[in-house]
T-cell receptor, first 111, second 113 residues
Framework: GEDVEQSLFLSVREGDSSVINCTYTDSSSTYLYWYKQEPGAGLQLLTYIFSNMDMKQDQRLTVLLNKKDKHLSLRIADTQTGDSAIYFCAERVDSSYKLIFGSGTRLLVRP | DVKVTQSSRYLVKRTGEKVFLECVQDMDHENMFWYRQDPGLGLRLIYFSYDVKMKEKGDIPEGYSVSREKKERFSLILESASTNQTSMYLC????????????FGDGTRLSIL
């Protein structure tokens, strides 16, 4: 079945890079997304990647997709305290309307 | 920018009440979604609508219904609220083409006493 897994927690020092990892099971994923959720707020779309791409870069964010291993990562360069939040990975399978979400990784940025 | 607005940030209701959660989007999106978010469980899809008056059950529709009379508005209804429906509820919308992402509102934190 469809499943998306993420580690629960990541702590980094301000100015370092953060790498948040995600694995998924469905090989017919078409798009993979990263969302950010700050405390008490909804989900903010950060970036997304089509499954025929290996990498996408957008300012401080780099998304890497290893389709063979069904592994997706989000790298945040020069992590700031404002990056502290929960990060959700999500996949869309085939032409479905649905997104399958991971349970989120809480990123804590230490000064 | 896409704007998805949920009518209440916080709501407290009593067991057995009928509860309405409202969501409005201003981008003429075809698709709209309701999720609930619970600690350790991530986001779970309750219902979605791919067009006006069209709806489909998500993964956890029991105890909920929805209404989409106008394109911009998608309502989630708790017919008879129960304490296990205490949760954060998130609405999202998406344009029709397959490559478009979902955009979320700020959420409604609902407590059922």
């Amino acid at each position: 079945g469809e499943d998306v897994e993420q580690s629960l927690f990541l702590s980094v020092r301000e100015g370092d890079s953060s790498v948040i990892n995600c694995t998924y099971t469905d090989s017919s994923s078409t798009y993979l997304y990263w969302y950010k959720q700050e405390p008490g707020a909804g989900l903010q779309l950060l970036t997304y990647i089509f499954s025929n791409m290996d990498m996408k870069q957008d300012q401080r964010l780099t998304v890497l997709l290893n389709k063979k291993d069904k592994h997706l990562s989000l790298r945040i360069a020069d992590t700031q305290t404002g990056d502290s939040a929960i990060y959700f990975c999500a996949e869309r399978v085939d032409s479905s309307y649905k997104l399958i979400f991971g349970s989120g990784t809480r990123l804590l940025v230490r000064p | 920018d896409v704007k998805v607005t949920q009518s209440s940030r916080y709501l407290v209701k009593r067991t057995g009440e009928k509860v309405f959660l409202e969501c409005v989007q201003d981008m003429d999106h075809e698709n709209m979604f309701w999720y609930r978010q619970d600690p350790g469980l991530g986001l779970r899809l309750i219902y979605f609508s791919y067009d006006v008056k069209m709806k489909e059950k998500g993964d956890i529709p029991e105890g909920y219904s929805v209404s989409r009379e106008k394109k911009e508005r998608f309502s989630l209804i708790l017919e008879s609220a129960s304490t296990n429906q205490t949760s954060m509820y998130l609405c999202a919308s998406r344009a029709g083409p397959n490559n478009q992402p979902q955009h979320f509102g700020d959420g409604t934190r609902l407590s059922i006493l």
